[in-house]
């Protein structure tokens, strides 16, 4: 693809918009937080990454749907980017993508938790849960952590004790 022809930022977002996470389908690469540029090199496109850790089984999956959508879109010239700092915070994931992720049955990471280390490590030593975290079935917040071991490697086991469901829980990271 020319110079001439490059699309806009704007347009590039708007196609990794569409990129799904292969992880949790009802949200994009780009309301979790993991795209984090979009920029130019000459006439290369250039993709920031940031894997939501660095073990992160999904990374390279994302990578490649990541790579398949923009060639399908036209860019012919490009490279990703992993980008390791700042890492990635659940603080990245946006109001809508925690919206979807309640809807699918998957409660979002707890608003303001991210960076708490301490306190949810001092829980975790003292066997109690530090966080407060509603049902995404049925909002009770009389919840209890179940495992620290989710389905995926950035969530945990959960259960609602007024309807009995269990349910994942998106880890802040």
Known sequence: MSSALQPEAEEIWTWLAEVPDPEIPVVSVTELGIVREVR???DT????????YSGCPATAVIDLMIEEKLREKGVE??????RLSPPWTTDWVTANAREKLRAFGIAPPVDGTASDGMSAKAARLSG????????PRCGSANTERISQFGSTPCKAAWRCRDCLEPFDYFKCI
Do not use: F, K, S
């Not at 010239?77 to 992993?82: A, I, M, V």
């Not at 109690?128 to 049902?135: D, F, G, R, S, Y």
């Open 128 to 135: 109690q849960n530090a966080l407060t975290v509603a049902c």
């Open 40 to 42: 130019y090199e000459g």
């Open 77 to 82: 010239d490009l490279r990703l980017e992993r």
């Open 45 to 52: 496109l250039v993709v920031a990454v940031t894997p939501t």
